[in-house]
Nanobody, 123 residues
Framework: QVQLVESGGGLVQPGGSRKLSCTASGGTFSIYAMGWFRQAPGKGREFVTSISRDSGRTLYADSVKGRFAISRDNAKNTMFLQMNNLKPEDTAAYYC????????????????WGQGTQVTVSS
């Protein structure tokens, strides 16, 4: 089974930047689409962004478009999320996911999940 591990979360000031990483093991990373979801207290898991297996296509939620950027390095079995101009409403646990298609915004369509990393945006 594919194992995913996120890292890079922490406390960030509003307007600041943060870069998250997700490293995969136990499978062939390059065959999977990858994505990022987030979950704030009391809310469901929300789609953030996703990327196709060859990096040819990406998808962003309207709430992060222009501020966040997803990328992947298949040689290193790693996916990244660059977050810029962070806002308090970005505060959430961020999860990486692996699946069969990048265009699924429903969390139920993704097969494998990491444990999450907390991002808190606050003064």
């Amino acid at each position: 089974q594919v194992q995913l591990v996120e890292s890079g979360g922490g406390l960030v000031q509003p307007g600041g930047s943060r870069k998250l990483s997700c490293t995969a093991s136990g499978g062939t990373f390059s065959i999977y689409a990858m994505g990022w979801f987030r979950q704030a207290p009391g809310k469901g898991r929300e789609f953030v962004t996703s990327i196709s297996r060859d990096s040819g296509r990406t998808l962003y939620a309207d709430s992060v478009k222009g501020r966040f950027a997803i990328s992947r390095d298949n040689a290193k079995n790693t996916m990244f999320l660059q977050m810029n101009n962070l806002k308090p409403e970005d505060t959430a646990a961020y999860y990486c996911a692996a699946g069969l298609g990048y265009a699924f915004t429903d969390s139920g369509r993704w097969r494998y999940w990491g444990q999450g990393t907390q991002v808190t945006v606050s003064s």
